[in-house]
Antibody
Framework: QVHLVQSGAEVKKPGASIKISCKTS????????IHWVRQAPGQGLEWMGI????????GYAQKFQDRVTMTRDTSTSTIYMELSSLISDDTAVYYC??????????????WGQGTMVTVSS | EIVLTQSPGTLSLSPGERATLSCRAS???????LAWYQQKPGQAPRLLIY???SRATGIPDRFSGSGSGTDFTLTIRRLEPEDFAVYFC?????????FGGGTKVEIK
């Protein structure tokens, strides 16, 4: 059974960085792209970027280009998303999501459970 | 960037009724690569429909999608109690991927 399990909730101060993990299981890690999406409280979904677990190539939304980094560890089948220079508007639930196919830009068939990040002084 | 506008914002219906949700794109969606997701409180979104009209694995046939170009529709034929939730459309025809603002289907 396919699972994406994310790291736990975090509280950070403005200016800090956050690194969230997304541990995958139940499928061949390198065959499916992973995206990151966030959702501010009571708001809609916002796409942040994509990583190819096979070679590690990435693509980021322009809004996050300067402060997001997505990486992967093939030995543990885990994806990481690091966001720096946090501000209060970064308070949100962050999701990793797997693409349901061998292309990067396909719908997301499996989602992690979400990681709540609160940015507060 | 393709902006997706969903309407209505909230739909108040009774179980057994038909729900029609709209998603309009600011420009044509490449290859009609449009998906619909359902989200319940405290849960991650769940894929319902992809490529405009294909149901994802395990999705009941009361859910259907249609449309092309810039106008897309999700129809729930007869609402079941578990269908009351928020629904988002998403285009994945190109980067950046974008989502609509959501339609909440609530019990009347």
């Amino acid at each position: 059974q396919v699972h994406l399990v994310q790291s736990g909730a975090e509280v950070k101060k403005p200016g800090a960085s956050i690194k969230i993990s997304c541990k995958t299981s139940g499928y061949t890690f390198t065959k499916f792209y992973i995206h990151w999406v966030r959702q501010a409280p009571g708001q809609g979904l916002e796409w942040m970027g994509i990583i190819n677990p096979s070679g590690g190539s990435t693509g980021y939304a322009q809004k996050f280009q300067d402060r997001v980094t997505m990486t992967r560890d093939t030995s543990t089948s885990t994806i990481y998303m690091e966001l720096s220079s946090l501000i209060s508007d970064d308070t949100a639930v962050y999701y990793c999501a797997r693409v349901g196919g061998n292309s990067g830009y396909r719908p997301f068939d499996i989602w992690g459970q979400g990681t709540m990040v609160t940015v507060s002084s | 960037e393709i902006v997706l506008t969903q309407s209505p914002g909230t739909l108040s219906l009774s179980p057994g009724e038909r729900a029609t949700l709209s998603c309009r794109a600011s420009q044509s969606v490449t290859s009609n690569y449009l998906a619909w997701y359902q989200q319940k409180p405290g849960q991650a979104p769940r894929l319902l429909i992809y490529d405009t009209s294909s149901r994802a694995t395990g999705i009941p046939d009361r859910f259907s999608g249609s449309g092309s170009g810039t106008d897309f529709t999700l129809t729930i034929r007869r609402l079941e109690p578990e269908d009351f939730a928020v629904y988002f459309c998403q285009q994945y025809g190109g980067s950046p991927l974008t989502f609509g603002g959501g339609t909440k289907v609530e019990i009347k």
